[in-house]
């Protein structure tokens, strides 16, 4: 199996400002060709630095991947370090600086003289193409290691490695087609999609099955390797079908996709509209709603009613309820959802009351407790949970499980 | 100048799954001391990886920081890499082991048979106190060179990094007391902030003055540096004072406070309550403020008026001036705040439309084109701004553009 290693150049790396995410996503691209990443080392904008990390780098690896230093500025020198570790001259390309000059000429301003050094790579090596910035990448077969020089900026990164490099690597992956399947779910804990899924999530088996988690957000990779595309697309396509057959509605979309776009497909699809109130999410449900383009075709009403007062005067939940039961309790989640609907004549409403603390839990009521409701004509349902952890992620918990619970009523609509 | 390396132990590091946020932490805090660190390296839990990294590591700088691989499973390999490194033996520490078995005393539960692992520590070395894990740190004096090997859970190296280790560095830092203020400003660029402070950012001068932005939101650093604590303490207060008096009200804050925080904080002191109606920031004003705990204080009222609809028949906000000047318009802004001021009673009502994008431009009115309106029983002013980049982006800096915009009115309140 082929090994890679990252190695992350810039000295904005070093001095606690920013986290290194390029070698985030990188390795996790490499992992879902099965190329795993053996080591990060992430160094200053120094020639000695950086000859230094790539040779450590080609003796724990195959693949050798650098991000950084490709700019026309002074402190840019991924270029002259690779030139040093290869033996070999930086050398004028042409085609490059005509590619460069031509990046410029797009956006009527004259090339400004630094960046002509960027046409120049070490003698041997190929360009990569840059289709965003004016950096190129760089790429060298040597010594029988492959080596890609990266730009640093993380959006021409991404591009670069999505169209040049990753499928170079494909190819490298000893003969084998990858195929990648994400399928997103909601709704259980990973341990226990881990038991759904038992035998299928054996390392060795193939199609390889990965899991990530966050906020409760599940994404499962299936991983499908074949001589063949065709017997590649074949396998990723039954394994989804099977983890499908097995995890039924926990599993809510594919790829990218978020619980907020896949909900408001579903109400944009059949023409529903929605009206949410929040006490202690404070805003943070529609603003995911909200984070969808095109919102508005479904999301009309929110309120945010922080205070009892705003309860009972916008949306209409009774004075005597509040008293009696506490603004967070199942009864009042009940009212604003109804409220809401009945104000807003939307189709759905879902409302949230809980404590997100760390103030104001009572004996009988812990932070983390929450009561999601949500109301349409044919029926209302309030549940109670509680949610783990601080403050901030009680409310992201409670706000996604309240799409998750709306997603899931949109299944019973046709 | 003393130099630092760190080298970040554990597998979940190179899969993709997470970007290393200790190492930005470490730095960070060793840069305030005035030392550089000059690389990182991420390594799997592996002997060999561990120990060619130490070595590595031990020939860049003279300071080597590790976190991770003090757990007490089989893969937590930092004890005896860092052994095989020093050519020593593990040895059993007695009183480490009574430190963790009290650890799980103090919990009611006897100690798993794994935890004693954990009080085993190369000769030679001492342990660092962990108080909030089982986990001891490690500290080493070799060939010149200081080693510490913390835990890899972010509260838990913070701890031990903050109590134990760097008060070490600081005897270590030849002789200079650093003393840092952080001022935090909002309502100007990067650059013209840069450009107010003048010769004050040279990068020679002492106290330093470094700059960081985020989303608009603007962090100065001033990091003095003296022979002893008295004098750096007032070398940094006499530069605080300075930039005040430069910066006037575009400083907000100090430390790690938020416009949310500080504004929640004037409003609960003057006992002021506050109401928000939010269009294109769909509900994301309404989440900072309620991150803030406590936020029911002085946050009564928000609307979340998606639709036209809700304009009208929630706020009030009349449907012919929809009709004439369009929903995003200072004319709409300014009666969504005036409706949400009357409807709520709040002291102060904030509101803010615009269009997010991607979709909804029109000639007249772009992508980014945004209107935030605040009323109070003494005004009512209304701004228009245009914001770029992209829809998550342009929602942010608007929220954050109203939190300041009510923060400066607050300045006029007493």
Redo the contacts between chains.
Sequence with gaps: MKKASIISIGNE?????????N??????????LNI?????????DEIV?IV??IK?AAE?ADIILTTGGLGPTDDDLTRPAFAKFLNAELVLQNDLLQKIKGFFTKRNVPMPENNKIQAYIPAGTKAITNNLGTAPGIMADFNGKLFFAMPGVPAEMKKMLEESVLPLLEKFAEGQIIEIRKLKCFGAGESTVAEMLGNLMQRSRNPLINC?VEYGDITLYIVASAKDKERAIKLAHQDEKLLRSILGDLVYGTGEQTLAEVVGERLALYQKTLA?A?S????????L???V????RY?????????N??KI??LGVPAALIEKYGAVSSQVAEAMAKCAGE??KADFAVAITGI????GPTEQKPVGLVYISISSQMECETKQFIFAHD??LI?LRAALTALNILRLHLLKVD
Excluded at 23 to 32: D, E, M, P, W, Y
Excluded at 293 to 296: K, L, P, R, Y
Excluded at 299 to 307: K, P
């Design positions: 790396l070093l001095i606690g400002k920013m986290a290194d995410t070698a985030v996503h990188i390795s996790g691209k490499l992992l879902s795993p990443v053996v080591s990060i080392h992430t160094v200053p630095s230094r990390a450590l724990e990530t949410i929040e202690c999410t404070g805003g943070m449900l529609a603003e709603l909200t984070d383009s095109g919102a508005s999301f009309t009403h929110g309120w945010v009613t922080y205070s007062e705003a005067t916008e104000r807003s997100a603390g760390p103030t403050r901030k409310r």
